[in-house]
Protein backbone atom coordinates (compact mmCIF):
# COMPACT_ATOMS: atom_id res chain seq x y z
CA UNK A 1 0.00 0.00 0.00
CA UNK A 2 3.48 2.48 0.07
CA UNK A 3 3.63 3.30 -3.47
CA UNK A 4 1.03 3.37 -6.38
CA UNK A 5 0.78 1.38 -9.41
CA UNK A 6 0.75 2.42 -13.14
CA UNK A 7 -3.10 1.74 -13.04
CA UNK A 8 -3.61 4.13 -10.10
CA UNK A 9 -2.39 6.53 -11.93
CA UNK A 10 -4.15 6.10 -14.97
CA UNK A 11 -7.41 6.10 -13.00
CA UNK A 12 -6.54 9.54 -11.94
CA UNK A 13 -5.32 10.72 -15.09
CA UNK A 14 -8.61 9.48 -16.52
CA UNK A 15 -10.70 11.75 -13.54
CA UNK A 16 -8.62 14.47 -13.80
CA UNK A 17 -9.36 15.06 -17.93
CA UNK A 18 -12.93 14.21 -16.82
CA UNK A 19 -13.22 17.06 -14.33
CA UNK A 20 -11.39 19.28 -16.10
CA UNK A 21 -11.01 18.64 -19.66
CA UNK A 22 -8.39 18.73 -22.39
CA UNK A 23 -8.65 21.92 -23.38
CA UNK A 24 -8.60 23.51 -19.82
CA UNK A 25 -5.32 21.22 -18.97
CA UNK A 26 -3.11 22.30 -22.16
CA UNK A 27 -4.26 26.26 -20.84
CA UNK A 28 -2.46 25.48 -17.74
CA UNK A 29 0.48 23.55 -18.95
CA UNK A 30 0.64 26.49 -21.22
CA UNK A 31 0.87 29.23 -18.62
CA UNK A 32 2.40 27.11 -16.34
CA UNK A 33 5.90 26.80 -19.00
CA UNK A 34 5.75 30.48 -20.32
CA UNK A 35 6.12 30.69 -16.08
CA UNK A 36 9.19 28.85 -16.30
CA UNK A 37 10.56 30.17 -19.48
CA UNK A 38 10.20 33.69 -18.03
CA UNK A 39 11.64 32.83 -14.67
CA UNK A 40 14.41 31.28 -16.17
CA UNK A 41 15.04 34.50 -18.83
CA UNK A 42 14.62 36.45 -15.78
CA UNK A 43 17.39 34.64 -13.72
CA UNK A 44 19.70 35.06 -16.88
CA UNK A 45 19.34 38.43 -16.89
CA UNK A 46 19.91 38.81 -13.44
CA UNK A 47 23.23 36.87 -13.87
CA UNK A 48 24.81 39.64 -16.54
CA UNK A 49 27.01 42.01 -15.06
CA UNK A 50 26.17 45.65 -15.41
CA UNK A 51 22.63 44.99 -16.14
CA UNK A 52 19.47 46.60 -14.33
CA UNK A 53 18.34 43.68 -12.77
CA UNK A 54 21.31 42.49 -10.92
CA UNK A 55 22.08 46.13 -9.51
CA UNK A 56 18.11 46.50 -8.38
CA UNK A 57 19.01 43.02 -6.66
CA UNK A 58 22.27 44.00 -5.15
CA UNK A 59 20.57 47.27 -3.88
CA UNK A 60 22.71 49.59 -6.05
CA UNK A 61 25.55 47.97 -4.74
CA UNK A 62 29.06 49.77 -5.97
CA UNK A 63 31.02 47.67 -3.76
CA UNK A 64 30.76 50.15 -0.26
CA UNK A 65 31.13 48.60 2.78
CA UNK A 66 28.44 49.48 5.25
CA UNK A 67 29.95 48.98 9.03
CA UNK A 68 27.32 48.66 12.04
CA UNK A 69 26.86 47.88 15.05
CA UNK A 70 23.96 45.96 16.59
CA UNK A 71 22.87 47.16 20.37
CA UNK A 72 20.07 45.67 22.80
CA UNK A 73 17.68 48.23 23.80
CA UNK A 74 17.56 48.80 28.00
CA UNK A 75 14.01 48.17 29.27
CA UNK A 76 13.64 50.89 32.08
Known amino acids: M ?3 SIWHWLIVLVIVMLVFGTKKLRNIGQDL ?3 VKGFKEGMKEADQ ?3 DASQKIAGGNTGQTIDAEAREKNKS
Open 2 to 4: GSF
Open 33 to 35: GGA
Open 49 to 51: PGS
